[in-house]
């Protein structure tokens, strides 16, 4: 029995003498066994390592063990483990039982037991004190000590995590191992075992060991004729002192706990072999990696003065040209260097959020790579079909859960069938016990199957069709949903789940799409859905024997799948030998690597930072350390082992290191360099430094493979196009191309783009008439939907594309609700001969609510009559009413103006025919609408016309938008309304206004305290109507009889002698006519663009604003103002006496 520790720093050899005295065993044809014990994850590099080294003898004499394969071989010789082991999703299903079963019993972990996540953690927890020889009982000793430093927290803590872990162990005795317990099962049974008596243990790669791991260490000390133990340090010498802050302390600590074994049971201790590491074996090639070896973590530390060649770090502006630089830098060492792939690694400290951009980035250039990284089987298709197939029934069929379950893609529906009734459960608010009932759904179809018109025929069927998809989807649900309803066996569960898969013929879809992927060559795909249906079966075989004896219920079942699924990770397989090694910084573990990327080297994630999230914060774990129980280092102790983890890190490759790190993440935050970077500037004051954030890299480092060159040379043409020259690298890669085939044909594909103008082509007058039909007909509203861009106007009224229809309540909803009760309110009071001016709040109040809700008891379907939770838009829409009918109940009574119409409607069925406009063709075109509220004054001066329209949004009037055809709806109502009057009265009328109403019961905000009497003017003030009144003093006192200054009731200010002031929104009698007449030629001219075909995509801009940010076709035009042909069509904010100068001199032309 002895024991030797082989000393050495990073890269010294420590391995290789191992190798070396493996051999010079073999040589010696000694009978003892020879084991080489190494980490689980480095366990294949040593093999290969070691037949490389030793030849085909290695495979007979010497063995390469694990703790974990260890385990095997003696349990296979002495027994040990006589029932089934439990995987660590068998774990997590039994902890979610156990915590169900202790609901109430828990003191702080009662309300987080059902929190996503919680399980795993408190796995974590159970494994590491299964790790460190904890039993539960332990646990439950240091409840005094956590009571007598009265941490009542850590106290309530310890109990819950004894109630739980000494229920698992008590469920788990009689039928199942824990894989956790093996180490401490093998320290035992190593007694009993004569496989390792007199064997020479070589043990390599560890730096330091779990509690489990030290007994078994313990044992094979005594049992073995020699063991011999690297570490990576250059070793204690006599009577040295740790330092705390020494790079090597782990290693250190480790050693001294060796020491106490080799102490406490008088084992020899033979003198240890320190390497020479000057230089370092593995950087014999690189005095500048020797260097750093040497003196980055060292003080005082050495100067390098010469440029570094070996070593380069690279400013990167954000991660994307980060790993572009990776990738170019890579094909430049494999093409001009003689590296092959397999001899390089990238990792980073933060492989979840580099792993997608590096697939991208390495695929575009054609790296072959392996992510070393198992993966996660949450998002695989079959794991959402059977928790989705769940999930319908446990959350009783809402829309998430039902399309969830149809997108998993293992249903036989096809794709537009799903997006068919998708749509419609949508358009409908479809949900619940809708899905199941006996009866066909009904609702309307509010649009279809890109039909433009629902004759009665056609919507029949589509409602069949909507309704037979329906019943494909739901019959084999129903059927799977009854035979698991109620508390039943969980044998009896699984079958039917298992039936259930087999009925939908799930497990063939997984094997087409194994062929399907292998068609693509995708060989992680495939290795990962051979495993799955593997997976997805052993989570049923562990539930039944974990909860044999118990009953579940739905719900249950998905929990406790969701916690198995959870835990679950697919180990990966390479695909090939040669590729670049992706890997994080915990994982890498091999000696072949030449040249080393380090990516994301930021403050924060190289070294990482370690977050408190587990079960015991780290003040806990010292106070319990304090008291004997050792458990694992709290974040200030790992943050010890993290710095000699990125030295280890910085010494793995023998030739070649890049580290790199981004300046800002995606969203533009600016990130900080790790302090690696700073340490490295220390050491090599002349070190290499490269950067793309100050000045563009040079054209010959952008030119690597094919693909990634091509898309490069492409961007270089753009430049060109603007009237720069292409370099001479550039033709000559131009040259290449157009050398190459099948480049070529993608170049002239490509080129033809530079061409590309965003123009849409006038549509020929016949396709006109065909998509707006023979006879225009249209509302004034969708002539200023036109002006705002014509290619919209298309779009929505000439392909009638409509977006998709969400069962909400929208802001058209809403307008028209409150439109109707208004007009309801109005036609009520007219019909009970009440007067405006006997209108009080209690009337509104009682009136509006009544007449909202019996509006939304009407409209079939409406959801606002869907769920208590719209009760509140409700009471708000009646607020917004009442306040709305007071405050007009105040504008009309102050004035003498009266209402005479409402809801005026011009049309082929309204109170007036439709407005006709003569083209210059000769043709008519239609137009129809409705005028909300007509008054009329009649006085000595004649008769006077206002128009009101109500809003329930915010509308200003505005010349300028009149002007450019934006803004025409109240001129072109009120010049028809005129001259209707005029025609059949035969007597001449006049406009007094027109004006807008914004319905709102507005927020006053006030310095002081006011009476409600000043509050009410404030509101009426803020809700005054806007637009433009006839510049007349009797005819603005008609309008507010209380006017002096500033009006209340219309956006007018007088001046002492009753005319109105500079600013008003006004205009004489002769500018409303020029206005009349202006309206009518634009509404001509608009018209005849429109049937000439006019589609061009040319939104309007005025100050900052564009109606694109509201457009539902933008994805349509792909309106970009880069690409030629898209241009905004600006318009000026003139000011009134600007617009009407503009107009009378158009008029005059014409």
């Not at 890269?11 to 051999?23: E, L, P, R, V």
């Not at 974990?68 to 902890?95: C, D, I, P, Q, S």
């Not at 008054?935 to 004649?942: A, R, T, V």
């Not at 803004?967 to 059949?984: C, H, K, N, T």
């Amino acid at each position: 029995m002895s024991l030797k520790f082989i000393y050495g720093r990073s890269g010294s050899g420590k391995s290789y003498y191992c190798f070396q005295d493996i051999k010079r065993k073999i040589e010696e044809n000694s009978d003892k066994k020879l084991i080489l014990l190494v980490p689980e994850q480095f366990s294949f590099q040593s093999e290969k390592n070691l037949i490389n080294y030793i030849g085909e003898r290695a495979v007979s004499r010497a063995e390469v063990l694990s703790f974990k394969r260890m385990a095997y071989r003696v349990f296979n010789e002495v027994g040990g483990v006589t029932h089934r082991y439990m995987n660590e999703a068998g774990k997590n299903m039994l902890l979610y039982s156990i915590l169900n079963e202790l609901t109430g019993e828990l003191k702080i972990f009662n309300n987080a037991a059902n929190k996503n996540g919680f399980v795993s953690t408190l796995s974590d927890i159970i494994t590491e004190f299964k790790r460190y020889n904890l039993p539960p009982e332990m646990i439950k000793e240091y409840l005094d000590v956590a009571e007598e430093r009265e941490d009542n927290i850590l106290k309530g803590k310890l109990q819950d995590i004894y109630l739980i872990y000494s229920k698992f162990q008590d469920s788990i005795r009689k039928k199942f191992i824990d894989e956790e317990e093996n180490l401490t099962i093998l320290a035992d049974k190593l007694k009993e075992s004569k496989y390792f008596d007199g064997a020479y243990i070589w043990v390599d790669e560890f730096f330091n060991f779990t509690p489990q791991e030290y007994l078994v260490l313990e044992e094979l000390l005594l049992k073995a004729e020699k063991v011999n133990i690297t570490l990576c340090t250059g070793g204690l010498n006599e009577g040295e002192r740790i330092d705390n802050l020494d790079l090597f302390l782990p290693v250190k600590n480790t050693e001294e706990k060796i020491l106490e074994f080799v102490k406490r049971n008088n084992i020899k201790y033979e003198k240890p072999i320190k390497l020479n590491c000057d230089p370092c074996y593995r950087f014999k090639n690189s005095k500048e990696l020797s260097h750093m070896e040497k003196n980055l973590f060292a003080f005082p530390y050495k100067i390098h003065e010469k440029y570094t060649e070996d070593i380069c770090v690279f400013q990167a502006l954000n991660e994307y040209s980060e790993i572009e630089y990776t990738a170019r830098d890579i094909i430049k060492l494999v093409r001009d260097n003689g590296f092959r792939y397999k001899d390089i690694a990238v990792i980073t400290g933060d492989l979840e959020g580099y792993q997608s951009l590096i697939k991208a980035v390495f695929t575009e250039y054609g790296i072959p790579y392996f992510i070393d990284k198992k993966v996660e089987v949450d998002n695989n298709p079959l794991v959402i079909f059977i928790l989705s197939s769940l999930e319908v029934l446990n959350k009783n069929w809402n829309y998430e859960s039902v399309f969830r379950y149809l997108k998993a893609g293992l249903v036989d529906i096809k794709r537009e069938e799903i997006d068919i009734i998708e749509n419609y459960v949508l358009a409908n608010g479809i949900r619940g016990k809708s899905w199941i009932e006996e009866k066909d759904w009904d609702y309307k179809i509010l649009y279809g199957f890109n039909l433009t018109e629902e004759k009665e025929e056609e919507e029949e069927e589509k409602l069949k069709k909507i309704n037979e998809i329906r019943r494909k989807i739901t019959e084999p649900l129903i059927e799977f949903h009854n035979n698991i309803k109620g508390e039943i066996a969980p044998k009896k569960m699984c079958l039917e789940l298992y039936n259930f898969l087999e009925k939908m013929n799930i497990s063939s879809k997984i094997e087409s799409w194994i062929k399907y992927f292998k068609e693509r060559n995708r060989l992680d795909k495939i290795n990962e859905y051979k495993q799955i249906w593997d997976v997805a079966i052993g989570l049923m075989e562990q539930l039944v024997e974990v909860m044999k004896e118990e009953k579940l219920n739905s719900r249950t079942l998905e929990n406790i799948f969701k916690s198995g699924f959870e835990q679950y990770e697919l180990g990966i397989i390479p695909p090939s030998l040669d590729q670049v090694l992706v890997s994080s910084t915990k994982r890498l573990r091999s000696h072949e690597i030449k040249a080393l990327y380090i990516v994301g080297t930021n403050d924060g994630v190289f070294p990482s930072v370690l977050d408190e999230d587990g079960i015991l914060s780290d003040l806990e774990r010292e106070n319990l350390r304090e008291t004997g129980l050792e458990v694992a280092k709290d974040s200030k102790s790992t943050a010890f082992e993290e710095q000699f983890l990125m030295y280890v890190t910085l010494t793995t490759m023998s030739d070649y290191l890049r580290i790199s790190y981004p300046i800002a993440n995606e969203e533009g935050k600016t990130l900080r360099p790790s302090i690696v970077i700073s340490r490295l500037r220390k050491i090599f004051p002349n070190l290499c430094e490269k950067s793309n954030v100050i000045k563009e890299e040079d054209d010959i480092e952008k030119i690597s493979s094919p693909k990634p060159t091509f898309n490069e040379f492409i961007s270089q043409l753009q430049v060109k196009e603007e009237g720069l020259e292409l370099s001479s690298i550039w033709l000559s890669v131009y040259d290449w191309f157009m050398n190459n085939k099948e480049w070529k044909e993608k170049f002239i594909n490509i080129s033809q783009g530079f061409n590309h103008t965003n123009y849409a082509e006038i549509v020929d007058t016949r396709r006109v008439r065909k998509l707006y039909g023979s006879k225009l007909n249209m509302s004034v509203s969708r002539l200023e939907k036109f002006s705002q861009c014509p290619f919209a106007y298309f779009i929505r009224y000439g392909m009638n594309a409509k977006e998709r229809k969400i069962y909400k309540v929208s802001t058209p909803d809403i307008g028209t609700l409150m439109h109707d009760v208004v007009e309801s309110f109005s036609r009520h009071i007219e019909g009970k001969n009440i007067s405006w001016e006997e209108i009080d709040r209690e009337l509104c109040e009682s009136f509006v609510s009544t007449m909202v809700d019996e509006k939304i008891k009407d409209m079939k379907g409406s959801i606002l009559n869907s769920s208590p939770r719209y009760k509140h838009m409700t009471n708000r829409i009646k607020d917004i009413l009442s306040k709305s009918m007071e405050v007009i109940s105040e504008q009309i009574s102050r004035g003498d103006f009266k209402p005479s119409a409402y809801e005026l409607a011009f049309g082929f069925n309204g109170d007036f025919p439709p407005i006709s406009i003569e083209l210059s063709s000769g043709e008519k075109v239609n137009l129809i609408g409705r005028i909300d509220r007509v008054d009329k004054l009649e006085n000595e001066d004649g008769t006077f016309i206002r128009i009101i329209d109500y809003k329930s949004g915010k509308q200003d009037f505005n010349l300028s938008d009149i002007y450019y055809g934006l803004q025409i709806q109240l001129l072109v109502y009120l010049d028809a309304l005129l001259q209707e009057i005029e025609d059949s009265a035969k007597k001449e009328v006049n406009p007094a206004g027109i004006l807008y109403f914004n319905m709102d019961d507005p927020l006053i905000s006030t310095k002081k305290e006011i009476t409600k009497e000043e509050a009410e003017k404030e509101i009426l003030k803020k809700l005054k109507l806007k637009g433009l009144v006839l510049k007349d003093a009797n005819i603005i006192k008609a309008m507010d009889n209380l006017i002096s200054g500033y009006s209340d009731i219309i956006s007018v200010r007088v001046n002492k002698d009753g005319s109105p002031s500079k600013n008003s929104s006004v205009a004489d009698l002769e500018d409303f006519q020029l206005l009349r007449k202006y309206v009518r030629k634009l509404i001509v001219e608009l018209c005849e663009e429109m049937l000439e075909g006019n589609i061009s995509i040319k939104p309007y801009k005025k100050n900052n604003y564009t109606p694109c940010g509201f457009c539902d076709y933008s994805s349509i035009c792909q309106f970009d103002t880069s690409i030629k042909g898209s241009q905004y069509r600006f318009i000026n904010d003139k000011k009134d006496d600007e617009v009407l100068q503009c107009i009378r001199e158009e008029m005059k032309e014409d």
